[in-house]
């Protein structure tokens, strides 16, 4: 026993065209325009649009093949970029850690330990506060005035913690890009919260 299935008549549309915008009834699966008339009218936008698109797809690709090129510097530089954008935001409201003075200049995110001599603690929080660029260019950091500020902030205990020896930390790609999403993540919900 066969049975008959009903076609729904299609339902009227809006021509698309601006000039248009007459109703019709579709003779087609994606009919947008009333009439041929109407679609080479409105040709360009579709032209225009699709080539746009075509624009965000090939950038979107390129992306990818920057992203696959990277080496473990690349991604180590992306994270420090991150993590000291974030430390700038956090102590934004304090004063340079080494001088102790707020000014209109530059701001760096200084390592009490340099990243040089400790590697491994890097990306420590409490080893990297807001300083400003003369101390922490020309007086390479001003470690004495440095130390006695960050006992203050810290405590004796932590910054102890610090100059002790750490355990060698060589970083994968994947914890790299891990601490790089999470530090751009804590930056924007500082900025949301400034804002």
């Known amino acids: 026993m066969r049975v008959a299935i009903e076609k729904k008549a299609p339902k009227p549309k809006t021509c698309r065209n601006p000039a ?59 994270t420090q970029q991150a993590f000291n954008e974030w430390v700038r935001l956090r102590d934004a409201d304090l004063p340079c850690v080494s001088c102790g003075r707020h000014h209109d200049g530059q701001y760096h995110a200084g390592h009490y330990r340099t990243v ?23 007086k390479s950091g001003d470690i004495v005035n440095y130390r006695i500020e960050l006992v203050k902030r810290i405590g004796t205990e932590a910054v102890e913690w610090l100059e002790g020896p750490h355990e060698a930390k060589k970083y994968t790609v994947e914890e790299l890009k891990a601490m790089t999403a999470d530090y751009r993540a804590k930056t924007r919900e500082l900025k949301g919260r400034a804002a």
Do not use: W
């Open 20 to 78: 248009c915008r007459g109703s019709f009834v579709p003779q087609r699966l994606g009919q947008a325009v009333c009439s041929p008339k109407c679609g080479l009218a409105i040709k360009d936008v579709n032209q225009e649009r699709a080539r746009k698109s075509l624009d965000q797809v090939g950038r979107a690709e390129i992306r990818v093949r920057k992203e696959k090129l990277k080496s473990r510097a690349d991604h180590a530089r992306d």
């Open 116 to 138: 040089a001599a400790n590697p491994e603690i890097r990306f420590e929080p409490l080893n990297v506060h807001k300083q400003c660029a003369p101390c922490n260019n020309h």
